[in-house]
Each structure stands twice: as structure tokens, then as C-alpha cells.
């Protein structure tokens, strides 16, 4: 019998199959490994010293130390990241809020206001305050960086 057709009949389908479970088994021991080790990071309500015990406890004793914690702490491992997944949303609802507000345009009412005080003060004509009111009525002033179509050109203020 030829050693390569020994070899390929030497490792059944079902040894595939265990051989498989094994190594996915084996991935999801090291992310739970991690997300254990995050979470004692994570929690403010332990000291330092407690940290340190677990994480010791966690590394030199890994599968011990798994089981312990989470039928230890398991139970408040979820709220933890849910607590930092809200907190994370909320900086970010709030610096999505902030840089829109912050670097936002003025709308044509509070344009039209600034062209009247220019102009009652003796600072523009009238013909310029027309021409400035045009642009702003026609989406091409001030306003924003509103693109113009290739066809229109504003006038041009003086």
C-alpha cells in the first residue's frame, strides 16, 4: 500500500470534525481569557491590590482562575460593558452634537440682520445691501459653501 493514500485514509472525516472543535474551543478559551482580563481593568469598584490578585490569580492559574471569576464576577461583567458602551455612545452623541452646532453656518435670517445693521449704519448702500440680500436669497452668499451651477454666476457686490 502507497504511504500517501495510508497517511490521507489515517485521518477520518470525523477526526476533521474533532480536530475542528478543538481549535475553535480552543480560540474562544483565549477570547474569553482576554475579555476576562479587560474586565478587571474595566471595573472601578476594585482596588489596585484586587486587580493585581485577580489578574495573578487569572494568569499563573488560567483555567482555575477563569471558572473563579466569572462565577465570581460574571454575573456583573455585562452591566460593566454595557456601562462603557452607553458612556462611549454618549461621548460621542455629545462631540457629534458639539462639533455640529460649533461649526455650523448662519442661516439667512441671521445674514439678512447683519446686512440691515451694515446698512442703517452707513456702512453699505442700498444698492449693495440689494445685491448682498440677492446672493443670500439665491443660495450663493455667505450662507455656506453651496455650490453654484456652471450656468449662474452672482453678481458681483462693489
Not at 66 to 93: L, S, T
Not at 126 to 137: D, G, P, T, V, W
Amino acid at each position: 500500500m502507497n504511504s500517501a493514500m495510508y497517511l490521507a485514509y489515517d485521518f477520518p472525516l470525523l477526526g476533521a470534525f474533532w480536530a475542528m472543535l478543538w481549535f475553535f474551543l480552543w480560540i474562544l478559551w483565549f477570547v474569553l481569557l482576554f475579555r476576562i482580563i479587560v474586565d478587571i481593568f474595566r471595573d472601578d469598584a476594585m482596588s489596585g491590590w484586587a486587580k493585581a490578585g485577580w489578574l495573578a490569580f487569572v494568569i499563573l492559574l488560567p483555567f482555575l482562575g477563569v471558572f473563579v471569576y466569572v462565577i465570581a464576577r460574571g454575573k456583573n461583567m455585562g452591566r460593566r460593558e454595557i456601562a462603557q458602551a452607553r458612556a462611549q455612545q454618549e461621548a460621542f452623541d455629545s462631540y457629534v452634537r458639539e462639533t455640529a452646532s460649533a461649526g455650523g453656518h448662519p442661516s439667512s435670517a441671521d445674514e439678512l440682520a447683519k446686512l440691515s445693521r451694515l446698512k442703517e449704519s452707513g456702512h453699505i448702500t442700498e444698492e449693495e445691501f440689494q445685491r448682498a440680500k440677492q446672493l443670500i436669497f439665491t443660495d450663493y452668499g455667505p450662507v455656506g459653501a453651496r455650490k453654484q451651477p456652471a450656468s449662474a454666476t452672482p453678481p458681483t457686490v462693489g
